[in-house]
């Protein structure tokens, strides 16, 4: 079964990976698709899977239960593995490309509680920094976006002197989210922040796409039956937690994700229900549109 | 407040999905059920906001990923849920089958059958039909939102006008559909549009009416506006009584008369009589019609009010007649139907709730023949007769809750409702409100808004919310970025963002929004367009496209890296003109040293090529002793020099020159970089294994060929010291 799909950046390709250790690859135009083709290589089920910047090239992650991390890459019609990572110990359960401001940089996430962060060079090495970021395991690891928050205000959105952010965050087993942000002086990452509030592990976790103002969102969801809205209104400031729901969902949350625009959050639950949260102008969450498999309507 | 819905569910056509080919797609269609119809699905308890909450629209997955005769509970006890993803350029998702076990309990051996390898495409697709209409709305748009309506208020009206008309046009291209439409799987859409669309030209106008027709009567409009959207009385009721003989004792006669006369269809009654009285022979009731008709003629006009009170004064006086005709003996010869109408005439509210239809109906009488110059504020207690009579205790529509809204001047409601409604509507009308001033949040205590961070324009929230629902068809790309450009802050970095993934499918589609970033200083964008279209065109092999990309993208090292792929590819297949490939980058673009270098080399190549021995050296000095050309060259130029140092009858290098030549030479070969410089000299035909070292020695032996040479020519410059070019 498909353990994660993602669109290319136009929207055009998607790649799915799978529990048969496979990573397929899709051309989506319209009502038309083509299987384009099929990678395998990995030892295991492939967890997730993550497209690079289109000026990078036609790049693709992904990590697996086998503990390692590959790099695909297309030319001229035909995929090859061009990276191998297999520092980790355990099982990589989440890879995310940088935004491509910050250049081709590749976060991993792994049971065995590290994040590394592959920094690939223009003559093919790459360099790895490896952090301990949770105890028990790391599920999920998302990346800011490269703008500041509020720098776009400043500056005039698109003005090319937005300031840039370099921070990710990270999804644990110990119940907790943090923030990683890279220290220029020192050139490592530093803990910068740790989100406390789901009272279980923490499945998955998102920042929000820089939507023109200075607040900054994340979204966090658990074992719990939660989701969390994280929210800092300038850097720098300290971050509110905020329930997308008063009552908990009906099963664990898998999955969040945000839209390009920023402002809708799609949460997969464990109840067989995709739900779509946007912001209303009075700052509340609601859902504002259900996906849900035939059955469960007819209670089967 | 209501949301706006992201995959509208106003059809379940309108829900495109990718049809079976490949396995993973098993049964990629997406069956609305239950999700509510738009204009008169949703419906709760009226006034009352608690009961605002619209039902969420809800999509299934079908046919279902669950096989046949499996329980939702095994099916999840099998470890099997849904998960989604969205489509970076578009709110359109995919739905796929997932693991529901992590990574720490998954089952190493897991049974997976075909419908665990679905995705369902959930593809928001817009019709067709539609496309004209929101490529027109939109040019009205930027001209509307461009003009001050205080400051040009004819031309803002001549713009905004343009948009009911817009709408009444594509009701026609509706209707007209409907026709040829009938027996296609489209109708049933074009019967939903059309009702849509209905909704919103009543919605529209009847805001215009309340909101920017301030000159007019509202009872006058009210009425205008209730005849263009609510059809009444029959016309074929009216042709049946002309032709009948006995108007009068016709059972639909005064029913037809009661009707015009709710409608304010004065000339209408009027006529109907005087038809009535030409055929009467009774003279008592002729001449009841006589005077009825004297009365009727006798409704002051609504279209305009007068000044000093005259025209209620005028209403007053009228209706002091009307009341005379009902103690007259007349109204004992017409009997009492006459008698109703008279209740009409004379605002008899009862009579009028009696008579009328709908709420709407019985406002714009009661409003006509009680208080026909009412001001547009004072409207509420009428209001709330009629909604009282014809609402109290039912389920309220949407679009009744709009009209509601508008009629009590409720901007900011009437824009909330309305984002439910239709997001074409709610945007347009915001613009239009805030330009007015209607949507001035300042006085309303809202802080908890104030500390989200939002800068609080709802106008910006439901202009997005459109441009939003529009980016599902790529093709509407201009007018997406046209409405998000115009949204603040915000919208703006929406944009930023969003018109880098639009897909570039051609050259021309690539220029026009490279264009569009250019001319709306999308600097970010730009940058990050021209790089993904200068890798793509590197891929291609299309170098000097590349170089030109990558330096509209503010990147000098990949514009390097692509030169010296130029030259190497130059160098070693010679197979393409240098100076036209040089010649196609632009001179507009701020200075770069490699491909500067580039177009010097080319000028110096053609020059050497049609045997301008002299001048190609001048120009290969000149490039030599030019600071910025980068070191890596001069290998190659050196190499280059060989030939003019050789020449059998022209000394082209003089004293000065050999000395430059020579100073270079000896920097390239005593440098520690050498290795570096001398990279893009040929490969000597050495085997791939060879070693850095022994290639780096091979290319040098090359170089040494040129010092020999150097030395000679520095010989016979000094025996002819002439001018360079001078021949032996």
């Known amino acids: 079964m498909i353990h994660d799909a993602q669109y290319d950046y136009y929207g055009k390709r998607l790649a799915t990976c799978s529990s048969d250790r496979s990573i397929r690859i899709f051309d989506v135009d319209g009502e038309n698709h083509r299987l384009a083709e099929t990678l395998k290589g990995h030892e295991g089920p492939v967890w997730q899977i993550s497209w690079a910047h289109p000026k990078f090239g036609c790049i693709l992650a992904s990590c697996s239960y086998d503990g390692k991390v590959f790099v695909w890459r297309e030319q001229n019609g035909s995929w090859s593995r061009i990276k191998e990572h297999s520092s980790h110990t355990a099982s990589v359960n989440s890879v995310a490309w940088a935004p491509h401001e910050l250049g081709p940089l590749l976060a991993c996430a792994s049971s065995d509680g590290r994040v590394s962060v592959l920094s690939f060079k223009d003559d093919g090495s790459w360099d790895t920094a490896t952090l301990d970021a949770h105890a028990i395991g790391c599920n999920s690891v998302g990346w800011a976006p490269a703008t500041v928050p509020g720098s776009l205000t400043q500056q005039g959105p698109n003005s090319g002197k937005a300031a840039v952010s370099k921070r990710f965050c990270t999804a644990g087993c110990d119940n907790l989210v943090k923030i990683w942000a890279y220290r220029e002086d020192t050139k490592t990452w530093k803990e910068e922040e740790v989100l406390e509030g789901h009272t279980d592990w923490v499945r998955d976790v998102a920042w929000a796409p820089n939507i023109g103002v200075p607040k900054s969102y994340l979204a966090s969801c658990s074992q719990d039956k939660t989701v969390l809205i994280w929210t800092q209104d300038t850097p720098g400031a300290p971050w509110q937690k905020k329930a997308l729901r008063s009552e908990k969902f009906a099963d664990v949350v898998w999955r969040v994700s945000w839209s390009l625009s920023g402002n809708i959050l799609a949460v997969s639950c464990g109840d067989n229900k995709i739900t779509l949260w946007k912001e209303n102008l009075n700052g509340d969450w609601e859902c504002v549109s259900e996906m849900e498999e035939k059955n469960m309507a007819g209670g089967n | 407040m209501s949301g706006i819905p992201l995959i509208k569910p106003s059809t379940g056509s309108a829900f495109g999905a990718s049809t079976t080919r490949r396995s993973i797609f098993s049964h990629p269609t997406m069956d609305l059920q239950g999700g509510g119809g738009m204009s008169n699905g949703i419906k709760d308890q009226l006034l009352d906001e608690d009961m605002e909450a619209d039902p969420i629209p809800t999509l299934y997955l079908d046919p279902s990923p669950i096989g046949k005769g499996v329980s939702v509970k095994d099916w999840t006890a099998k470890n099997r849920t849904i998960r989604s993803t969205f489509r970076p350029n578009t709110n359109e998702v995919a739905v796929y089958v997932a693991g529901k076990k992590g990574a720490e309990e998954f089952p190493i051996k897991q049974t997976v059958s075909q419908k665990d390898t679905a995705v369902y495409l959930c593809q928001a697709s817009i019709a067709e039909i539609r496309i004209p209409f929101i490529t027109q709305m939109y040019g009205v748009f930027l001209n509307t939102t461009t003009t001050d309506p205080y400051k040009s208020p004819e031309r803002y009206t001549r713009y905004y006008n343009q948009y009911y008309e817009g709408i009444s046009r594509y009701l026609l291209q509706l209707y007209d559909a409907t026709k040829k439409e009938l027996e296609s799987k489209d109708s049933t859409y074009i019967v939903q549009e059309i009702e849509l669309m209905e909704s919103v030209s009543a919605v529209w106008q009847l805001a215009e009416f309340m909101f920017l027709t301030p000159d007019k009567p509202i009872a006058y409009l009210f009425g205008e506006w209730l005849t263009a959207h609510d059809s009444a009385p029959d016309v074929e009721v009216g042709e049946t009584l002309l032709r009948s003989a006995g108007k009068l004792s016709h059972h639909k006669f005064w029913p037809y008369i009661h009707q015009c006369l709710l409608r304010g269809m004065r000339k209408s009654v009027v006529f109907m009589i005087e038809q009535a009285l030409n055929d009467e022979e009774n003279d008592e009731t002729a001449d009841a019609l006589d005077a009825l008709v004297r009365i009727l003629r006798g409704i002051p006009s609504s279209e305009t009010t007068l000044p000093d009170g005259k025209s209620k004064e005028r209403h007053r006086k009228w209706q002091e007649d009307c009341n005379k005709f009902t103690r007259s003996s007349h109204m004992e010869t017409l009997g009492s139907d006459a ?87 709610v945007a347009h009308l915001a613009d239009v409100f805030n330009q007015y001033g209607y949507l001035d949040m300042s006085g309303i205590d809202m802080t908890d808004i104030g500390s989200q961070g939002w800068d609080l324009n709802i106008r910006d929230y439901f202009i997005i919310s459109y441009a939003q629902s529009l980016m599902s068809d790529p093709n509407l790309w201009e007018a997406i970025a046209g409405y998000l450009l115009l949204c603040g802050v915000k919208g703006r970095a929406m944009l930023s963002e969003w018109i880098c993934h639009v897909p570039l499918e051609s050259s021309r589609k690539a220029y026009k929004v490279l264009r569009f970033c250019k001319d709306h200083d999308l600097t970010d964008s730009l940058q990050s367009i021209h790089r993904v279209i200068a890798v793509e065109e590197e891929k291609r092999g299309q170098y000097a496209l590349a170089i030109q990309h990558f330096m509209s993208s503010k990147d000098p090292q990949r514009v390097a890296k692509v030169a010296d792929n130029l030259m190497q590819n130059y160098l070693q297949s010679k197979a393409f003109d240098l100076l036209d490939t040089v010649s196609s980058i632009p001179a507009f673009h701020a200075p770069n040293d490699h491909v500067d270098f580039l177009r010097a080399y080319a000028k110096f190549h053609e020059e050497y090529k049609s045997g301008k021995a002299a001048k190609a050296g001048s120009t290969l000095i000149s490039i030599l002793m030019t600071d910025t050309t980068p070191k890596k060259y001069w290998a190659i130029l050196l190499f280059d020099a060989l030939p003019l140092l050789e020449h059998k009858t022209v000394i082209v290098f003089d004293t000065n020159a050999t000395f430059v030549l020579m100073r270079a030479l000896e920097e390239l070969l005593g440098s520690q970089n050498k290795a570096e410089y001398l990279q893009l000299l040929p490969v000597p035909s050495l085997s791939k294994d060879s070693s850095t070292e022994t290639v780096t020695e091979e290319r040098e032996s090359y170089l040494n060929t040129v010092r020999l040479s150097l030395v000679r020519n520095l010989a016979r410059s000094i025996v002819h010291p002439s001018k360079p070019g001078s021949t032996v």
């Open chain 2, 339 to 425: 008698k109703k109408a008279l209740g009409i005439l004379t605002g008899d509210i009862e009579e009028i709730l009696e008579l009328t239809s709908s709420w709407e109906e019985a406002f714009a009488a009661i409003l006509l023949y009680t208080d026909p110059t009412c001001s547009r504020h004072d409207l509420g207690p009428i209001l709330k007769i009629c909604v009282s009579k014809y609402l109290e205790g039912n389920e309220i529509s949407l679009l009744d809750r709009i009209k509601i809204a508008i009629m009590e001047m409720d901007s900011i409601k009437t824009i909330r409702l309305c984002g439910t409604l239709d997001a074409w509507l």
